[in-house]
């Protein structure tokens, strides 16, 4: 009995492995952008409430990279707002956005397809100015995440690079919130990690 229990572990394992060495990943939508400009386009998470002037995610990123980033962050948008605004984004003839939105659309309660049908729609139409777009993440829910099927959906099928879940690891750690919910300069300086390695490869 034990050793079929163990021929099937050994199985499950040796097909789990391949998967992952197998799993295609999804080409990247217009990549090596063609514009010239770098943004980062969302909400109080991009603006960087919270953060001294200069340690918005952001800007550490600019630092860390030696090139300038446009902040397009404004507090209190939904995804329905950056629908909205989207001209003024591909007015700068960028070559990589970085989006985040998703935080607002839960305190509001605005239904999960609503969200993410706009945030597809952003997606689109960004990527049809000729931009290579990075999909930034955020935990919907306190306990359940009911987001992150839906970010990594429209990753895959849309061609994006995906960072998840910008605030892992940060809410709930006072060394790294400014509030409830907005990072201080420790906690952006984390959120600008986890993105840096995306954002280099997204500039090659």
Do not use: C, W
Not at 12 to 27: D, N, R, Y
Not at 92 to 116: A, H, R, S, Y
């Amino acid at each position: 009995m034990k050793k079929i229990i163990t021929i099937v572990f050994v199985v499950i394992l040796v097909t789990g492995t391949l998967f992952f060495i197998f799993k295609k990943s999804p080409k990247i939508t217009n990549y090596p952008g063609k514009g010239k400009t770098i943004i980062a386009f969302g909400d109080s998470l991009v603006k960087g409430n919270g953060a001294t002037t200069g340690n918005d995610f952001s800007s550490v990123l600019s630092r860390l990279l030696g090139v300038p980033i446009i902040n397009m962050g404004i507090p209190g948008n939904t995804s329905a707002d950056g629908l909205s605004r989207l001209e003024s984004v591909n007015i700068e003839d960028p070559k990589i956005v970085m989006i985040l939105f998703g935080g607002n659309d839960f305190l509001q309660k605005v239904k999960v397809e609503e969200t993410f049908k706009n945030l597809d729609d952003i997606v689109v139409k960004i990527q049809n100015s000729g931009a290579v777009v990075i999909l930034l993440g955020i935990k919907g829910g306190l306990l359940s995440d009911q987001y992150n099927e839906y970010f990594e959906d429209i990753a895959q099928n849309r061609g994006t690079f995906y960072v998840p879940n910008v605030l892992s690891g940060l809410i709930g750690h006072s060394e790294y919130m400014s509030d409830a919910i907005h990072p201080n300069d420790a906690g952006y300086k984390k959120i600008a990690e986890k993105i840096y390695p995306v954002l280099q490869k997204a500039l090659k």
